[in-house]
């Protein structure tokens, strides 16, 4: 798909333009700063970008705010003593190096112990951590969706864990495919049911209109609270790119 891309200003605001071939104008406010970016059929003028960012100035100030004021963990230097997240728990890590496989262990309630083999990379001790986190992940949304495709009236769909830094999920209606952010693993399962089912209402209702809030409100009428816990939970360090 071709695509073009250029930059303005709107009240001060810095706004990424990207046109292609689509029929929709989709403005979107991103972390973890509150980048504000527009994609726009290829025939829609910088004026054009400009009304609609005016129109949504308070809502794009709004997310740039919360992003702003939104706690972040430093950066994981995975060593012993760190925090470490588990479905909306705080544990502390604790590196054990043996000459045995790799592996990663919930203590009580307050610990994450990590066997790794002596002089193991922090970078790698990062992946096995995270393949850990795709693994808890991965058995606890089949379940979820058993729960969920009959009330919502959905087909059985495929899905994948995977790491994205501005979406919790996504999904394509015509593929019949979810996307889940592998750092939902981190935050409550109530959490992750709620994206799960925002997700399968999307197959139904591509938009955030009216059409889809009635849905949300029918299948989960708690969805408000649990988006606004989503929200304020501390995100991940990410080195973050564009």
Same mark, same amino acid.
């Given at each position: 798909m071709?695509?073009?891309k250029?930059?303005i200003?709107v009240?001060?605001?810095?706004?990424?333009i990207? !046109?292609k071939?689509?029929?929709?104008?989709?403005?979107?406010?991103?972390p973890?700063?509150g980048?504000?970016?527009?994609?726009?059929?290829l025939r829609v003028?910088?004026?054009?970008?400009r009304?609609?960012?005016?129109?949504?100035?308070?809502?794009?100030?709004?997310?740039?705010?919360?992003?702003d004021?939104?706690?972040?963990q430093s950066?994981?230097?995975m060593?012993?003593g760190?925090?470490?997240?588990?479905?909306?728990?705080?544990?502390r890590?604790?590196?054990?190096?043996?000459?045995?496989?790799?592996?990663?262990?919930?203590r009580?309630?307050?610990?994450?112990d990590?066997y790794?083999r002596?002089?193991?990379?922090?970078?790698? !001790?990062?992946?096995i951590l995270?393949?850990?986190?795709r693994?808890?992940?991965a058995?606890?949304?089949?379940?979820?969706?058993?729960?969920?495709l009959? #009330?919502?009236?959905v087909?059985? #769909?495929?899905?994948?864990i995977?790491?994205?830094?501005?979406?919790w999920?996504?999904?394509?209606?015509?593929?019949r495919h979810?996307?889940?952010?592998?750092?939902?693993?981190?935050?409550?399962v109530?959490?992750?049911?709620?994206?799960?089912?925002?997700?399968?209402?999307?197959l139904?209702?591509?938009?955030?209109?009216?059409?889809?809030?009635?849905?949300?409100?029918k299948?989960?009428?708690?969805?408000?609270s649990?988006r606004?816990?989503?929200?304020?939970?501390?995100?991940?360090?990410?080195t973050?790119s564009?």
């Open positions: 071709n695509t073009e250029c930059k200003t009240n001060g605001v810095p706004v990424e990207v !046109r071939g689509i029929k929709n104008l989709h403005l979107g406010v991103y973890p700063h980048r504000v970016r527009v994609a726009v059929p003028s910088d004026d054009a970008v009304l609609a960012v005016i129109d949504k100035l308070p809502w794009i100030k709004r997310q740039k705010a919360r992003f004021g939104q706690l972040r950066e994981r230097e060593v012993s760190e925090s470490q997240y588990f479905l909306g728990q705080r544990y890590l604790n590196v054990i190096e043996h000459n045995g496989p790799s592996k990663v262990v919930l009580k309630k307050t610990t994450i990590l790794v002596p002089n193991t990379r922090s970078s790698q !001790r990062e992946k995270q393949r850990w986190y693994e808890q992940l058995a606890l949304i089949p379940p979820l969706l058993d729960k969920w009959p #009330v919502a009236d087909e059985a #769909v495929n899905w994948t995977k790491k994205m830094k501005t979406k999920g996504s999904c394509n209606a015509s593929s979810i996307w889940l952010n592998l750092e939902l693993a981190k935050k409550p109530r959490c992750l049911e709620y994206i799960v089912v925002h997700e399968l209402v999307h139904l209702e591509r938009y955030h209109n009216d059409n889809f809030l009635a849905m949300m409100n299948f989960l009428p708690q969805w408000c649990r606004s816990e989503l929200n304020a939970a501390p995100l991940a360090h990410e973050w564009y």
